[in-house]
T-cell receptor, first 115, second 115 residues
Framework: GNSVTQMEGPVTLSEEAFLTINCTYTATGYPSLFWYVQYPGEGLQLLLKATKADDKGSNKGFEATYRKETTSFHLEKGSVQVSDSAVYFCALSSNYGGSQGNLIFGKGTKLSVKP | DARVTQTPRHKVTEMGQEVTMRCQPILGHNTVFWYRQTMMQGLELLAYFRNRAPLDDSGMPKDRFSAEMPDATLATLKIQPSEPRDSAVYFC?????????????FGPGTRLLVL
């Protein structure tokens, strides 16, 4: 079945450091890939997404590229801020079949950025 | 600024009591999802509706959980009888029903504690 594996946290960085959170997936066909972010006490919100191979999603300085050859969708940011402290979830959705639209999430990676 | 609303935000109850959680999806959205989030299991899909029809509730314990959409502006999730293991944060999300790469918009969640 479909699944998502992301690096376990917590990840602690200093402000302005480079961030990478690894995410790999297993899926039939060509899924859509997402990064969602959850700030303390809130629901998840979409950070970025990509719907086909080689697409790059980007938002708020974060980027991720859909790599079909390595089944990966790693999240990167060149310079993190304290306000980026949150839990980041990688997810996929199938683009066909009965489970179309359902999101399958990774376990989440907690990021803490220190001043 | 359209958003998903959930009530109540917090609920403390005793084992054996009925719990009803409500969700108002974003106006015009035709897909609704219920998720449960715990530290141990992460995010789990409980039920999924499209145009008010249940499409997938395989993630839901059938003997005690039920999910309905009485109308397009209201989704409910009921637990009867509740058990301590049901303690979790329950999220509702809605989407526009796009067949590829649908973005799900999450509510703030209902934090449930069953004593």
């Amino acid at each position: 079945g479909n699944s998502v594996t992301q690096m376990e946290g917590p990840v602690t960085l200093s402000e302005e450091a480079f961030l990478t959170i690894n995410c790999t997936y297993t899926a039939t066909g060509y899924p859509s890939l997402f990064w969602y972010v959850q700030y303390p006490g809130e629901g998840l919100q979409l950070l970025l997404k990509a719907t086909k191979a080689d697409d790059k999603g980007s938002n708020k300085g974060f980027e991720a590229t859909y790599r079909k050859e390595t089944t990966s969708f790693h999240l990167e940011k060149g310079s993190v801020q304290v306000s980026d402290s949150a839990v980041y979830f990688c997810a996929l959705s199938s683009n066909y079949g009965g489970s179309q639209g359902n999101l399958i999430f990774g376990k989440g990676t907690k990021l803490s950025v220190k001043p | 600024d359209a958003r998903v609303t959930q009530t109540p935000r917090h609920k403390v109850t005793e084992m054996g009591q009925e719990v009803t959680m409500r969700c108002q999806p974003i106006l015009g959205h035709n897909t609704v999802f219920w998720y449960r989030q715990t530290m141990m299991q992460g995010l789990e899909l409980l039920a999924y509706f499209r145009n008010r029809a249940p499409l997938d509730d395989s993630g839901m314990p059938k003997d005690r959980f039920s999910a309905e959409m009485p109308d397009a502006t209201l989704a409910t999730l009921k637990i009867q009888p509740s058990e301590p293991r049901d303690s979790a944060v329950y999220f509702c999300a809605s989407g526009s029903g796009s067949p590829v790469g649908e973005t799900q918009y999450f509510g703030p969640g209902t934090r449930l504690l069953v004593l």
